[in-house]
């Protein structure tokens, strides 16, 4: 988990595009046309990558095949299952807080906790995903929100020792054998970003 959490950062647009621009440097006191060319291509991509209408396309590719469920397909799952998001624990805020990503995720679990008559019980799922700080607040401050909201302890519950998607996954079906162990693949709701639905589902 750590090697790839360190690895990741080298296979992001950032660091490709230092590495394109060094590249050129380099390459241009040497063979001029091919470090120009190479620093032209560079540009090109970092302005592409930098602008709206690039994000907006990458998203709608994410998401072109994703659709969300209907309240009467849901009528039999066993929990909704909401992925968590981050939380603000840095110094300077005096109590921590769930990020933007969790505060949506969460909410949208709870709507669709209202939306089934308050009967199929919401576990939100998420440990650090920091591997330089391993304990993480989010789920329990989640189930803190939940309870305020009017949301019963019972119904709420949490996991928080995954640390990506995958874990995620593998905790959630770890509960899901124990609470239900005469059903083999029990039914859940899904509740995570749009962009972040094809990984999630998989």
């Given at each position: 988990?750590?090697?790839?959490?360190?690895?990741?950062p080298?296979?992001?647009?950032?660091?490709?595009?230092?590495?394109?621009?060094?590249?050129?440097?380099?390459?241009?006191?040497?063979?001029?046309?091919?470090?120009?060319?190479?620093?032209?291509?560079?540009?090109?991509a970092?302005?592409?990558?930098?602008?709206?209408?690039?994000?907006?396309?990458?998203?709608?590719?994410?998401?072109?095949?994703?659709?969300?469920?209907?309240?009467?397909?849901?009528?039999?799952?066993?929990?909704?299952?909401?992925?968590g998001?981050?939380a603000?624990?840095?110094?300077?805020r005096?109590?921590?807080?769930?990020?933007?990503?969790?505060?949506?995720?969460?909410?949208?679990?709870?709507?669709v906790?209202?939306?089934?008559?308050?009967?199929?019980?919401?576990?939100?799922?998420?440990?650090?995903?920091?591997?330089?700080?391993?304990?993480?607040?989010?789920?329990?401050?989640?189930?803190?929100?939940?309870?305020?909201?009017?949301?019963?302890?019972?119904?709420?519950?949490?996991?928080?020792?995954?640390r990506?998607?995958?874990?995620?996954?593998?905790?959630?079906?770890?509960?899901?054998?124990?609470?239900?162990?005469?059903?083999?693949?029990?039914?859940?709701?899904?509740?995570?970003?749009?962009?972040h639905m094809?990984?999630?589902?998989?």
């Open positions: 988990f750590i090697f790839l959490k360190l690895l990741q080298l296979f992001l647009p950032p660091t490709l595009f230092l590495i394109g621009f060094i590249g050129a440097f380099f390459l241009i006191r040497k063979r001029k046309r091919l470090g120009t060319v190479l620093l032209g291509v560079t540009i090109v970092y302005y592409v990558f930098s602008i709206e209408p690039t994000a907006y396309l990458m998203e709608r590719i994410l998401v072109r095949n994703v659709q969300h469920a209907e309240v009467a397909e849901m009528q039999d799952a066993k929990a909704i299952v909401v992925l998001g981050g603000h624990t840095e110094a300077g005096m109590f921590p807080e769930l990020g933007g990503v969790s505060w949506k995720r969460l909410w949208h679990g709870i709507e906790y209202r939306a089934l008559e308050e009967k199929v019980p919401l576990l939100y799922v998420g440990g650090s995903g920091d591997p330089f700080a391993p304990v993480s607040y989010e789920a329990e401050l989640a189930r803190q929100y939940a309870q305020t909201v009017g949301i019963p302890k019972e119904q709420f519950g949490i996991e928080t020792q995954s990506n998607t995958y874990e995620n996954g593998v905790a959630v079906k770890s509960i899901l054998n124990e609470r239900f162990p005469h059903i083999q693949s029990p039914k859940i709701v899904l509740v995570t970003s749009v962009a094809p990984r999630a589902i998989q």
